[in-house]
């Protein structure tokens, strides 16, 4: 699995924590939902700016991301 891939599914997982949506953490983080969906899918290569975005619509440190 690749480092995009890891990526998305740790998003998947801490967004169902928070028993959150797609379509909510995409107008929390002012992201679309189709972009949240490709990033899930380990379809996009997230930039820092995104991954701070996520992480502040989620509640988290950015280091969570990381960590299992």
Known sequence: MDVKEQ???????????????????????ELTRVYISGIEQGKRNVSLEVIAKLAEALEIEIKEFFEE
């Open 7 to 29: 990526f998305g599914n740790r998003l998947v997982e801490l967004r169902k924590e928070r028993k959150m949506t797609q379509d909510k953490l995409a107008e929390i983080s």
